[in-house]
């Protein structure tokens, strides 16, 4: 268990926790705003009216201009930023990734971020894009986590160490990076090198990319989604395990004179209307930040402000154990999103392990819904009900029904289950009447497994009115299906 | 057409118009906050801040207590409201519906608002509530229509007067009522009765009362869909022509600690964070408004920040043509919206008639869209794409393919069309690779209907990996089937 990260509530692989940095604790998920030493869109002193806890700025950049420089190492990061709050530095990384080499070593630059007063330090690891050759992935892999271990060498409690995970798209390699640097014990392991695969909409692989990670690091430690600013995806990433985002996207987009929601982006030249309620938008209207000279400023404070909106709802979300019902609303924003979502319950195996097994209500959302970890969970413990003489299943919805040895109730996405388990968790979720094919697939793949290992009971299976599906032929051949 | 409404732009059934009344013009949809002439929680000449045009009062109460009777009949309405906007006024029907009886007669209501300067005047209709037995629903509706042309021989131009739509839940009552009060040319038409599904979250039914309320009227009339103001079902209303909402949720949901969003409502009690950017909500924490002496003040501002915050999103919706993802989007947030979603799509032939032809782009968001007017627009000019010779149907994301004389590419949901046609709405549509069955049934029913209306023509199917669906069967008979 790691003594820097206590995690206090949990739903799905998401989790609320309190991160403690030498300059206080915070609260996660959270998003660290990006700030860039040479150019302060909006001050780091003001970033904590957004909602802001921690911030990210880069010890590279620092390193490399004199006046900036200097002061750092004079009087310390926190002053040279204004901010008494916990910040985190990157090391030149990604200027590595962009132009090849850089003038500065591993050690060269976890020793600055020492000295500066760093609270959360990053190696100088490479960011290995996606789809490279796996031989190129392997060899910058093994560079990455020889100089991990150098870095973990020289650091002890002064700062928190990041032990970023790469790997590529390689899944298999990055739950080997992960299982290999959590043997040297980081604070905090950032998700390196997903930015191409999220400017690409390639929602679906990052999925992969952040489960095969997580599968190889203790479930206890906090996990960064390195260059992740964007609120749209924050839920998905959160309901797998991430704690911590930075944004950039907030003043990089502004400047793009784009307009973050949590359902995607508009360029602000598109907006007739401004679709949010925070200080910017009810106090201006469309037209008027378009032709405002501080126009970049205001989209800026805007999208800070939805950013933070995002991981306010998330955290509730986590609290009331709704997150996945947040997830399969926010992945309905773009069909990209969509395949991100069914590719996240494809790990519904995985995600059942951390989920917690009782909470308020199930909605069901869409067919997804049917792949959710409650429905799995149910599947595996099939076994053990155990079905003696005769037994009755009914729809959900019908209340009178002839007398047998067995009550059960059918219910999709779920199958058929005991009467009296029918205002307990799961089963007491909010379906929809005329349900999808997918979720009635599942509820009857289910029931004629329910039924099949019970091979001496003698089911009626009441079938309610309209409901088709192939499977029922299979169905009728084991119980007695009556309308 | 109305002289007194111009319809500007459209997607859906939905539209944004202009209103025009005596105290100005609107653009609709929009919510008419309710005020209460005896309690004003937020005060009306504060409305406009939140993003209210128009408000809506009750001209029953005003001339039920001398104070106000006597200051609106001297002064006017808007002075006794300090408002000089458009005002709406109800006649005191909702007081009729609880009560059984009131102590003034239609005539004296409909001249009472005259007198005021009210901008649309309700006469005294009954609103006759779902699942009553259709013998009182009939005689109600007999009483309201004459009651409806009494008002009518009673106003010209002074205001505009509403003929309200009633018929309970019987749809063919409320389609003959529409069809009949629009002989007598009313200027506003108020959907009535609708509360009591709302509240039991009888999302579908609502569906079905607007449907066939709408049917019976002009298409180019202002639809109000009266006592409407939870700002979840504004998209979903908004997509089927309802062109005003009016709130009194704001302010009875705030009495009530009670937190609107346009996902749902939460009681405040339960909020551990705030979901929400507006200047409420970034200057307070949860836990400050729970025990702030105003925190009935602070909900009710909040609640209107996000109700127009809704509106102002639909209207940009409708603009870019993507109403319908938004509706698909919200119906997510409940069991029964996700029902009524279903419901309205049950509709899309009606839907169609309207629905511009060519938008920018189709997002496909779950088996709903199946059953988009898009989709069903296609499978109406099937009869119109002539095959000679040989085909080939290929998935749309494959690039190579033998040569024949009909390129066709088979996408879900639509089907199969000739390959020109890709980057033309709705072909262009973004969709998921690995879609959902309903999706693919309906994609393939097309394409067995395609080519059933080209015997002469020879087939070839390129199935994508992993496709399986049952009318595969059928495909397989009438085409060369490849994988
Ligand atoms: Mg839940
Ligand atoms: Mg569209
Ligand atoms: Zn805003
Ligand atoms: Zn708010």
């Known amino acids: 268990?790691?003594?820097?990260?206590?995690?206090?509530?949990?739903?799905?692989?998401?989790?609320?926790?309190?991160l403690k940095t030498p300059h206080g604790t915070v609260e996660t998920p959270t998003v660290m705003p990006v700030i860039n030493p040479n150019l302060q869109v909006i001050k780091p002193s003001e970033m904590r009216d957004f909602g802001a806890q921690m911030l990210i700025t880069n010890s590279y950049i620092i390193s490399r201009r004199d006046e900036l420089r200097e002061k750092a190492l004079k009087d310390g990061l926190h002053s040279l930023l204004d901010f008494d709050g916990p910040i985190m530095t990157d090391s030149g990384s990604f200027q590595l990734s962009v132009y090849g080499d850089i003038e500065i070593t591993n050690e060269q630059i976890i020793e600055f971020q020492k000295t500066i007063g760093s609270d959360v330090g990053v190696p100088l690891d490479i960011p290995t894009p996606p789809d490279v050759p796996r031989s190129r992935a392997e060899s910058e892999l093994e560079t990455t986590i020889k100089r991990l271990i150098e870095a973990r060498g020289m650091v002890n409690d002064e700062m928190l160490l990041a032990g970023p995970v790469q790997g590529s798209t390689y899944t298999d390699l990055r739950e080997k990076c992960a299982s290999t640097i959590s043997e040297h014990k980081f604070d905090v392991y950032p998700i390196g090198a997903v930015v191409p695969l999220m400017e690409s909409y390639r929602y679906a692989e990052l999925v992969d990319v952040i489960v095969s990670s997580k599968k190889g690091l203790d479930p206890t430690v906090p996990v960064h989604l390195f260059g992740a600013g964007h609120p749209m995806m924050f839920a998905l990433a959160v309901a797998l395990g991430c704690d911590l985002f930075d944004s950039a996207a907030y003043a990089l987009y502004a400047k793009d004179r784009r307009y973050i929601t949590s359902k995607g982006t508009y360029h602000i030249d598109n907006l007739s209307y401004l679709p949010c309620s925070c200080?910017?938008?009810?106090?201006?209207?469309?037209?008027?930040?378009?032709?405002?000279?501080?126009?970049?400023?205001?989209?800026?404070?805007?999208?800070?402000?939805?950013?933070?909106?995002?991981?306010?709802?998330?955290?509730?979300?986590?609290?009331?154990?709704?997150?996945?019902?947040?997830?399969?609303?926010?992945?309905?924003?773009?069909?990209?999103?969509?395949?991100?979502?069914?590719?996240?319950?494809?790990?519904?195996?995985?995600?059942?392990?951390?989920?917690?097994?009782?909470?308020?209500?199930?909605?069901?959302?869409?067919?997804?819904?049917?792949?959710?970890?409650?429905?799995?969970?149910?599947?595996?413990?099939?076994?053990?009900?155990?079905?003696?003489?005769?037994?009755?299943?009914?729809?959900?919805?019908?209340?009178?029904?002839?007398?047998?040895?067995?009550?059960?109730?059918?219910?999709?996405?779920?199958?058929s289950f005991p009467a009296e388990l029918s205002e307990v968790y799961p089963f007491n979720a909010e379906v929809i009447n005329d349900t999808d094919l997918e979720s009635l697939g599942k509820a009857l793949e289910n029931t004629i497994r329910l039924i099949e290992l019970n091979p001496d009971a003698e089911f009626t299976f009441i079938k309610g009115k309209e409901l088709e599906h192939p499977l029922f032929e299979k169905l009728e051949k084991i119980a007695d299906v009556k309308e």
Chains 1, 2 share one sequence.
């Open 1 to 18: 268990m790691s003594s820097i990260f206590e995690i206090t509530h949990k739903d799905a692989a998401g989790r609320i926790g309190k």
């Open 279 to 415: 200080p910017i938008c009810v106090s201006h209207t469309a037209e008027e930040v378009k032709k405002a000279d501080n126009c970049s400023d205001l989209l800026a404070r805007h999208n800070l402000y939805v950013t933070f909106e995002e991981i306010r709802l998330i955290k509730q979300s986590i609290k009331e154990g709704n997150l996945l019902e947040l997830v399969e609303l926010r992945c309905r924003s773009h069909p990209r999103m969509l395949e991100a979502l069914k590719r996240m319950y494809s790990y519904s195996d995985w995600i059942e392990k951390y989920d917690p097994a009782s909470k308020s209500t199930f909605f069901y959302c869409g067919p997804e819904s049917a792949q959710r970890p409650e429905v799995l969970r149910f599947s595996k413990r099939l076994e053990r009900f155990t079905i003696k003489g005769t037994a009755v299943i009914r729809p959900f919805s019908m209340r009178t029904y002839p007398e047998s040895d067995n009550d059960l109730i059918f219910k999709a996405p779920f199958g």
